[in-house]
């Protein structure tokens, strides 16, 4: 059955916006998504929204009726409202017809199988949501395992994460860790730690690439600490040769992660 | 001399908080860029703002004065005002501390020198203005001659755009054209046209790039259309590993620009 919800001021519209939030977001363990495209991307990887939000006037999609099922056999709730409600909710002008509230699922670092993939991307203290969801999205593309966030990272659950991940946040494993933690962790078995380095180190097209290879890319501003770049296996170095002296982050994950799949398979 | 600013009404804000909108800046022929580092940029690829807006209680910079000098000679204004002002023009919560606005400089397609360089950008219909300037920001690191933006392209001077090439902006040659105008102008010359392409293609680290060689990205959603597509001297593609399809715009870009400048030097 669908629920109808026709006013801004409905408990349910305050709920679900308030998870653009981060504090209500932790309160609440759940996140939003939006966008058929991706609700579907969550479905075919078994991710059911505990509440799924269609609006009126929607194009007939075959695989929508497929969604909606899914979730009322979990025992989640269908609503429609007019899209100024769905817009009201996701923040965004030109909402998707369709949105979704799931239960965050970040992993403990020890849920993880290093072996499971060939690379791994890390994020240390990535602190914009356009570089971590699309971090997730080539993680996709490249086979990584999943995406280790180190520190103090942007929220990997945020409106505007989820939303540049395409649909990645629910293909990729994410997990949280401080520095020691994880350093702790791959220590305790195999893995080739590589940083994404502006310091005097080997070309990324020369370095001896081993897998699991974990790829670390640092903050936007600041780039890596020197003590972590220090306990790294290997630093490499992409050529700048305009008078910029830094890539974008998620560029950088990007060209390495390509270089590293093209060299180790 | 320093005029003070004290009030969000000054006509004087009014102006330069309007340059945020693409309307008014194609009116003024004016755009924004924000933060003492990209304006550094500027000054040193010849670029002086004609409005330079200083917040108080900034730090001191040993280059700013150098700075405030080059915009008294060339005529223009020192604008003192506070924080809060400046948050309002430039429309960030935790603005940077200086701000200028400048004359906008795109080049006519007419006006590049094809052998600058041996890589170009090409973008087509790209919508979101931090792939835009994220693509300026790579056009640097790898040495390209510019960004040309084919078709319906977001604004290469919003506040957005100019924020995320991190003063490419300044460094990169940006051009305007319709495809027809892009295509008659470089079949009038040499110059191998590549596309990044999703369609069956050349595996990307098996191409055979040539100099000059314009690279070329589709819309974000769409990609390229076909007859964009089949109009391409080469068609290249990148290994999608997971269930995504696709790409972010910006990571297509870069990794293949990389690529082709490992590849031709």
Known sequence: MRHQVTGFSNPLVKELRALRDKKHRRRQGRFLAEGLRLLLEGLDCGHVPDTLVLASGRDHHPRMAELEDAVVRAGGRVVETSPD???RITGKDNPQA???A?????????ALDRDAAPLWLVAHELRDPGNLGTMLRT?????????????DCVDPFSVEAVRAS???????AVALAGWTEFHDWLRHGHGQLVAASLREAVHYREAPYAAPCFLLIGNESRGLPQEVEAACDLRVTMPMRGRADSLNAAIAAAVL???VR????
Chains 1, 2 share one sequence.
């Open 166 to 172: 395409m649909g990645a946040i629910f293909t990729q």
């Open 98 to 100: 369709v949105a979704g």
């Open 139 to 151: 993680g996709d593309a490249t086979g990584a395992g999943g995406l280790i966030l180190i520190g």
């Open 257 to 259: 992660a390509y270089e």
């Open 102 to 110: 799931y239960r965050e699922f970040p992993r403990p670092l020890a």
């Open 262 to 265: 093209a060299r180790i398979g």
């Open 85 to 87: 409600i769905l817009a």
